[in-house]
């Protein structure tokens, strides 16, 4: 079935420091990829998707590109904030539009 | 943009009594929304998919009895927890999908519902 692995944190960086958290999928058909952000208390917000092989997405400072060859979808910002702090997920959704999740990351940017 | 919106935000509730979560899609229509649920540091697990006007498919090991769904119309879908207990404590997250989207359209989330039972 669909899956993503996602690289598990908790990740610590400190700030400007340049963030890359791993994703990786498993699906059958095209699926759509995406990246969540979900700060303390509160529920999960988009923050890019590409929905084809070789597009990248982007938002606040972060990318991250569909890439079918490794079946990945790797995120990664080159300076964070202290406010990036946040559970990052990798999703995907396939054919039957459902969305499935990774394990999600715990990233900590200190000052 | 499209925006999905969960009632109540928090609900306490006595273990033995049912709560009932509501998942409104505010500007567009949804044939389709997605219960999740999600425990303190872990991801978010896919629950049942709701479909308006039929029965909802719940995913392999979600006791259909326990987790109620009803999606009555385009905009509204239920998660009512019946007979609520203790480990029913929990972040409840709906989603759902724009009816005339193409596949690969965004899914938006809801602020999700925090559920304790006491």
């Known amino acids: 079935g669909n899956s993503v692995t996602q690289m598990e944190g908790p990740v610590t960086l400190s700030e400007e420091a340049f963030l890359t958290i791993n994703c990786t999928y498993t699906?059958?058909?095209?699926?759509?990829l995406f990246w969540y952000v979900q700060y303390p208390g509160e529920g999960l917000q988009l923050l890019l998707k590409?929905?084809?092989?070789?597009d990248k997405g982007s938002n606040k400072g972060f990318e991250a590109t569909y890439r079918k060859e490794t079946t990945s979808f790797h995120l990664e910002k080159g300076s964070v904030q202290v406010s990036d702090s946040a559970v990052y997920f990798c999703?995907?959704?396939?054919?039957?539009?459902?969305?499935?999740f990774g394990a999600g990351t715990r990233l900590t940017v200190k000052p | 943009g499209a925006v999905v919106s969960q009632h109540p935000s928090w609900v306490i509730c006595k273990s033995g009594t049912s709560v009932k979560i509501e998942c409104r899609s505010l500007?567009?229509?949804?044939?389709?929304m997605f219960w999740y649920r999600q425990f303190p540091k872990q991801s978010l697990m896919l629950m049942a998919t709701?479909?308006?006007?039929?029965?909802?498919?719940?995913e392999q090991g979600v006791e259909k009895d326990k987790f109620l769904i009803n999606h009555a119309s385009l905009t509204l879908s239920t998660l009512t927890v019946t007979s609520a207990h203790p480990e029913d404590s929990s972040f409840y997250i709906c989603?759902?999908?724009?009816?005339?989207?193409?596949?690969?359209?965004?899914?938006?989330f809801g602020e999700g519902s925090w559920l304790t039972v006491v």
């Open positions: 989603s759902a999908r724009d009816s005339w989207g193409l596949p690969g359209n965004t899914i938006y």
């Open positions: 699906a059958t058909g095209y699926p759509s």
């Open positions: 590409a929905t084809k092989a070789d």
């Open positions: 999703a995907l959704s396939a054919d039957n539009n459902d969305m499935r």
């Open positions: 500007d567009f229509q949804a044939t389709t």
């Open positions: 709701s479909n308006e006007g039929s029965k909802a498919t719940y």
